[in-house]
């Protein structure tokens, strides 16, 4: 059974980087996407209110909302673990967990 698409009506993408961190805003109409915001903040400065601030529409329209990170600031590490019980599952990666703590 297929699921219920979601229909974003806009999307902001965060980027942190050295120098400071870019905000990009792209509303969203049918089929097409549209960048309507690109806005670069100084590394220690808040993004102007008027770019981040919400409304009544905002709280009531689906909105994306996605952040990057730098690939050195990443730490992924796939896990295997073989067919077991729903309830057995959450010891399983706690362990894995365990074995990459100091």
């Given amino acids: 059974m297929a699921g219920k698409k979601t229909k974003w009506s806009s999307c902001n993408l965060l980027e942190p980087a050295t120098e400071g961190s870019r905000l990009c805003q792209f509303s969203v109409s049918s089929k097409k996407v549209k960048l309507t915001g690109d806005l670069r903040v100084a590394e220690g400065d808040d993004p102007p209110a008027k770019a981040v601030g919400k409304d009544w529409s ?11 990170l730098p690939p050195e600031k990443v730490f992924l590490r796939v896990v295997e673990l073989p067919e077991c019980e ?3 599952l959450l010891p399983m990666v706690e362990f ?5 703590s100091p």
């Fill in 96 to 100: 894995q967990i365990e074995e990459l």
């Fill in 58 to 68: 905002d709280l009531l329209s689906r909105k994306l909302n996605i952040a990057t």
């Fill in 86 to 88: 729903p309830d057995e």
